[in-house]
C-alpha cells in the first residue's frame, strides 16, 4: 500500500497563491503517476493535474493551465501543487492519488487511482 498526506491548504484571498504537498509513504515504487484532484461541495471530484513521477511530464485540466504547476521530489517521495491567481471557484477540497496506469489520458478518470490523501481544504475569498 501507499500512504499519502496532503497538507497546505488554507484560506486565501482571491489572486494569491498557495502551495500544497503531498507526502508519500510505503509501496512508492509502485506509483507510476501521481495526480491532484480537488472537490467543491455538492459538486464531484474534478481532475487538476497529474505527473508522471519518473519522468517529470505534466498533464493539466484546462482550468488549471497557466495558473497551477505539479511538481515532484523523488527523492523525498513529495509532490507539490503549486497555485497562483487563485480564484473563488478553486474552493475545494484538494486531494493527491496515485495511479500505476502509464497512459496519461487515464489519469483525468478518478477510477484510475489506487490510492488517496485525506485531503486539505483550500478556500478562496473574494
Known amino acids: 500500500q501507499v500512504q499519502l498526506v496532503e497538507s497546505g491548504g488554507g484560506l486565501v484571498q482571491a489572486g494569491g497563491s498557495l502551495r500544497l504537498s503531498c507526502a508519500a509513504s510505503?509501496?512508492?515504487?509502485?506509483?507510476?503517476?501521481m495526480g491532484w484532484f480537488r472537490q467543491a461541495p455538492g459538486k464531484e471530484r474534478e481532475f487538476v493535474g497529474a505527473?508522471?513521477?519518473?519522468?517529470?511530464?505534466?498533464y493539466y485540466a484546462d482550468s488549471a493551465k497557466g495558473r497551477f504547476t505539479i511538481s515532484r521530489d523523488n527523492a523525498k517521495n513529495t509532490a507539490s501543487l503549486q497555485m497562483n491567481s487563485l480564484k473563488p471557484e478553486d474552493t475545494a477540497a484538494y486531494f493527491c492519488?496515485?495511479?500505476?496506469?502509464?497512459?496519461?489520458?487515464?489519469?483525468?478518470?478518478?477510477?484510475?487511482?489506487?490510492?488517496w490523501g485525506q485531503g486539505t481544504q483550500v478556500t478562496v475569498s473574494s
Open positions: 492519488a496515485t495511479t500505476s496506469s502509464p497512459l496519461a489520458w487515464h489519469w483525468t478518470s478518478s477510477g484510475r487511482y489506487d490510492y
Open positions: 510505503g509501496r512508492t515504487f509502485s506509483m507510476y503517476a
Open positions: 505527473i508522471n513521477w519518473s519522468s517529470g511530464f505534466t
